[in-house]
């Protein structure tokens, strides 16, 4: 079976431009998260979908930071402008209510 | 005060030690707990639910004791390929999908 597809998987850029990250969620699964892992911070929750829906954004950091899922399969994160602080790995998962979540293998961005 | 606290470590033991974390959790109304794995420069990865009568998975047991708001992790008989990040984590309240996730302890396994 398909696991979370994200893409990239490395993204190296100049401060000041735009990123977009892509997910592909589990087929099934209903919630879809963002995360953000630094050394410093740990896994922080961006922002969770259900059903398409955003239910809680409180983790974004900024406006300089966006998110959309436009249907059940697609999920979008964006970064503009992008800031050198913004680097980290960034994961996207999947889940059913009340089941584990699934990881996908990560976006290594670099901001230079 | 973090919701979800781990020692960092690293916890550096033999092959064949009994090794156990601990970590705390601040939201009473947490429902459902997890210990994750995360291997170097890979993703997180469930390794067990945490249920409230503990449970076991061959060579690892899990803990969860409500009343001091702690979960733990046992592990016997370590394996080098157990070197990895365990991810202690908690869910806020019940009917959410919200994981809050701590920091990590880190384990290193030795010859």
């Known amino acids: 079976d398909a696991g979370v597809i994200q893409s990239p998987r490395h993204e190296v850029t100049e401060m000041g431009q735009e990123v977009t990250l892509r997910c592909k969620p589990i087929s099934g699964h209903n919630s879809l998260f963002w995360y953000r892992q630094t050394m410093m911070r740990g896994l922080e929750l961006l922002i969770y979908?259900?059903?398409?829906?955003?239910?809680?954004d409180s983790g974004m950091p900024e406006d300089r930071f966006s998110a959309k899922m436009p249907n059940a399969s697609f999920s979008t994160l964006k970064i503009q402008p992008s800031e050198p602080r913004d680097s980290a790995v960034y994961f996207c998962a999947s889940s059913s209510l009340n089941q584990p979540q699934h990881f996908g293998d990560g976006t290594r961005l670099s901001i230079l | 005060r973090k919701e979800v606290e781990q020692d960092p470590g690293p916890f550096n033991v033999p092959e064949g030690a009994t090794v156990a974390f601990n970590c705390t959790y601040s939201?009473?109304?947490?429902?459902?707990f997890f210990w994750y794995r995360q291997d170097c420069r890979k993703e997180p990865k469930l390794l067990m639910s945490v249920y409230s009568s503990g449970n076991e998975d061959g060579r690892f047991t899990a803990q969860l004791n409500r009343a001091s708001q702690y979960i733990s992790l046992l592990i016997r008989d370590s394996k080098l390929s157990d070197s990895a990040t365990y991810l202690c984590?908690?869910?806020?309240?019940?009917?959410?999908?919200?994981?809050?996730f701590g920091t990590g302890t880190r384990l290193q396994v030795f010859p």
């Open positions: 979908f259900n059903n398409n829906v955003p239910i809680d």
């Open positions: 939201n009473s109304a947490s429902q459902s």
């Open positions: 984590v908690v869910t806020p309240s019940y009917n959410t999908d919200k994981l809050i």
